[in-house]
């Protein structure tokens, strides 16, 4: 199959915590994987949160401490590349933490409208009750062991999407109208073990209709039988010799 040139291609990036591994970011399934060590049920449910939410907590500020240290790695930087060099192109995170928006490449970041986290942003805390919502980028704000609404004095919970809850409405919406304009002509899925449905799905939409699907994990997944390029290996180091090889050919 010739590759369609970049420049008129229909680009959509499927990524999982596997691209910010080699930040230092643990996985959820994989060697030292967060599900290896912690049961989800403890830790990412509404009734967790309800049964102790000073735990939840916790984990989650330890969480997001950890990705401030955290820096984008050079995969992060080569979607930017490929964002910048492609027609249309559209990614998909189902990461909470926030290195593909710090990603840089020649002075540019991917822009928010190119990105979708369709699990959430770590750094939102929101109120149980009511609309109230804030981003804690550099520090949280609130430090007590369960940090209360400004304005309603409820709960403040991680702005994440836990096992049982559904998909943020508005990343549901952008889905639907990227993959509602077109079929894609690349897709890349890189870093995800794609164990739910939906991801699944969206990946091969863009293979059904005749484009490429660019697998880049160390390990097999759901999505590896459709994949038309395989790469097995780490991301930051076989996505971006990938975008180069494709940008100059
Ligand atoms: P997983 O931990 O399930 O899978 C990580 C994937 O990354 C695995 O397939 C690894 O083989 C791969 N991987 C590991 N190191 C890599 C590297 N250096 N380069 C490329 N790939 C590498 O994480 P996700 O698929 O993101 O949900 O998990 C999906 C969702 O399950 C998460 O968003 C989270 C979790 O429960 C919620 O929090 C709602």
Redesign the pocket.
């Known amino acids: 199959m010739t590759a369609k040139p970049l420049s008129s291609s229909r680009v959509l990036a499927i990524t999982?915590?596997?691209?910010s591994?080699?930040s230092g970011i643990p996985?959820?399934?994989?060697p030292g994987?967060y599900?290896r060590n912690f049961d989800?049920a403890k830790l990412?449910t509404e009734s967790a949160f309800r049964a102790n939410p000073a735990l939840v907590w916790e984990w989650y500020r330890e969480r997001r401490a950890g990705i401030r240290r955290a820096t984008p790695n050079p995969a992060h930087v080569a979607l930017v590349e490929l964002a910048s060099h492609a027609g249309e192109f559209l990614l998909l995170t189902?990461?909470?933490d926030d290195l593909h928006a710090r990603a840089e490449w020649n002075g540019q970041h991917l822009p928010d409208a190119q990105r979708v986290q369709i699990?959430g942003d770590i750094f939102v805390s929101r109120c149980t009750r009511c609309d109230y919502q804030r981003r804690e980028v550099t520090a949280d704000a609130d430090s007590a062991p369960i940090p209360c609404c400004p304005e309603c004095s409820s709960a403040l919970r991680p702005g994440?999407?836990?096992?049982g809850e559904s998909l943020p409405c508005a990343a549901l919406g952008r889905m639907d109208e990227f993959l509602g304009r077109g079929p894609c002509d690349l897709t890349l899925v890189?870093?995800?073990?794609?164990?739910?449905g939906y991801i699944v799905d969206w990946a091969t939409r863009g293979v059904d209709a005749g484009g490429e699907l660019i697998e880049?994990?160390?390990?097999p997944?759901p999505v590896s039988a459709f994949a038309t390029t395989r790469l097995r290996g780490?991301?930051?180091s076989l996505f971006p010799r990938w975008v180069a090889e494709r940008r100059d050919s």
């Open positions: 999982g915590a596997g691209i591994a080699e996985t959820f399934r994989g994987g599900w989800p990412a189902q990461n909470v699990h994440v999407v836990w096992f890189i870093g995800t073990s794609a164990l739910f880049i994990n160390p390990e997944s780490a991301a930051a």
